[in-house]
T-cell receptor
């Protein structure tokens, strides 16, 4: 069983829709939670980063962490065609190893 | 501009022919790592380096070598490539290895081993 499971998608929504992207994890030792966005033919880039349970908002994006359920989500409000990309959740332990464990990614298409 | 640069971006080669993928970062980051990205398997770490001359295995190190002679460079070496190493490879760096720091990724190298 994978340590991190991500909703596989693909996901296709109309412009302006609210998008929910989700990951579950099995190891309660994960302490830091990140969302990366990856455009086609590009490397992942950090979108959101959270540490504790709760919500963190940045513009149209909200990251939610529920450590008790081992569940994280990324919400995109008023989605735009420019949001079309693959979204990867990632988690790290509280160590200096620097390694992140990634989900497989969910590919999102926002249609005009 | 802060960036991680990988070369080449695309390479088609044959089984057994040694190849090197270069990675360079201009952010004075201590920590660098290599990942491979495969459908259904996500990003998996191959090797990482905490600093110059300090490297260690990640989750899938078999068939790969790395070196870290300079802080900015972290090449990935395939001594005898095989078809199962056909993949999309990413180099990444962070300021240190602390877990609360995001990784900066290069744009990837797509390798095809025939």
């Amino acid at each position: 069983q994978k340590e991190v499971e991500q909703d596989p998608g693909p996901l296709s929504v109309p412009e302006g829709a609210i998008v929910s992207l989700n990951c579950t994890y099995s190891n309660s030792a994960f302490q830091y939670f990140m969302w990366y966005r990856q455009y086609s033919r590009k490397g992942p880039e950090l979108l959101m980063y959270t540490y504790s349970s709760g919500n963190k908002e940045d513009g149209r994006f909200t990251a939610q962490v529920d450590k008790s359920s081992k569940y994280i989500s990324l919400f995109i409000r008023d989605s735009q065609p420019s949001d079309s990309a693959t979204y990867l959740c990632a988690m790290t332990y509280n160590t200096n190893a620097g390694k992140s464990t990634f989900g497989d990614g969910t590919t999102l298409t926002v249609k005009p | 501009e802060a960036q991680v640069t990988q070369n080449p971006r695309y390479l088609i080669t044959v089984t057994g022919k040694k190849l090197t993928v270069t990675c360079s970062q201009n952010m004075n980051h201590e920590y660098m790592s290599w990942y491979r990205q495969d459908p259904g398997l996500g990003l998996r770490q191959i090797y990482y380096s905490m600093n110059v001359e300090v490297t260690d295995k990640g989750d899938v190190p078999e068939g790969y070598k790395v070196s870290r002679k300079e802080k900015r460079n972290f090449p990935l070496i395939l001594e005898s490539p095989s078809p199962n190493q056909t993949s999309l490879y990413f180099c990444a760096s962070t300021l240190t290895g602390a877990s609360n720091q995001p990784q900066h990724f290069g744009d990837g190298t797509r390798l095809s081993i025939l």
